[in-house]
């Protein structure tokens, strides 16, 4: 019996292999703020399922670009549109509290509903301040997994190493570093927080260009803190599962990377085969 590698050299993913691609990103072709024209929703999903990938969890592309409210509620729409197959992490916005968190009142009972993005880039934030400390205090109350973009190189806004601040505040948050921060440097600071706190998981997209073998990758901090996302619309999913798939780690740590890490952090089962 063929490996998932070995499968898919085959040009065969294998059927009981779980994906789950846990961020995303979902628009109807808006031009982004880096010149990316926003592929539609149909579009975005076909590329997700022809890779393989089970279901996905994505924040709305207009609420990043500024429309927070608006945005949402079209996310929310489109998990009905694709039920069982699009989640939602709500975009929040800290200079929108109260509304974002009313707002957020109204959904997150739904089953659609599985966390929180944050982006101090695009809002004009800071990870090391205070920010989002009304936020974390919500989410910590009602175990709401955090998703945060983070890249080193943006040192005012999202470098990952400034999580510490805000991690001995809120040792017990849940929190996904988008992208491990982007660069090496960023990797290795985002590994030092998954290995401090043991509610810190890794998001693999971004450590692409941390030039580091996924191998020797998933050694330096607890296996079941990386996750698997592909940051599409902005990447081509391909190039992200590909890297997983085609790796030399066995078939049960690809497992846990491709969708059970991501499962165990929000506590439910998004995917069942």
């Known amino acids: 019996m063929m490996n998932i590698k070995e499968s898919v050299l085959a040009g065969v993913i294998p059927e009981n292999l779980r994906i789950l691609d846990a961020h995303a990103h ?13 592929l539609p929703v149909a579009e975005s999903l076909r590329l997700s399922k022809k890779v393989g990938v089970d279901a996905i969890v994505a924040s709305s592309l207009k609420a990043l670009y500024g429309n927070v409210l608006a945005g949402n509620e079209r996310m ?52 090391a301040g205070k920010d989002y400390d009304k936020l974390y205090e919500y989410c910590l109350e009602h175990d709401i997994l955090v998703s945060c973009h983070t890249w080193q190189t943006e040192s005012s806004h999202n470098n990952p190493a400034d999580f510490k601040q805000a991690l001995e505040r809120f040792p017990e948050l849940k929190l996904q570093l988008c992208h491990m921060g982007g660069t090496y440097r960023g990797c290795m600071d985002s590994v030092e927080l998954a290995n401090a706190y043991e509610n810190v998981y890794l998001d693999l997209n971004g ?9 020797e990758l998933v050694k330096l ?9 592909t940051d599409q619309t902005f990447n081509d999913p391909r190039i992200l599962i590909g890297r997983v798939l085609l790796s030399d780690l ?7 990377i491709l969708c059970d890490n991501f499962e165990k952090a929000i506590g439910r089962k998004l995917v069942s085969k």
Request: charged share 20%.
């Open 207 to 215: 450590s692409l260009y941390s030039r580091i073998w996924l191998e």
């Open 26 to 38: 979902l628009g109807e072709g808006e031009q982004g703020g880096l010149y990316i024209r926003t």
């Open 76 to 127: 929310l729409e489109f998990t009905r549109q694709f039920p069982g197959y699009v989640y939602m992490q709500y975009f929040y916005h800290p200079h929108y509290h109260d509304q974002c968190i009313a707002q957020m009142e109204g959904i997150r009972s739904d089953p659609a509903f599985v966390g929180v993005k944050i982006h101090p880039r695009e809002t004009g934030t800071t990870i």
């Open 250 to 256: 066995t078939d049960e740590q690809k497992q846990m």
């Open 221 to 229: 901090a607890p296996l079941d803190r990386f996750i698997f996302s």
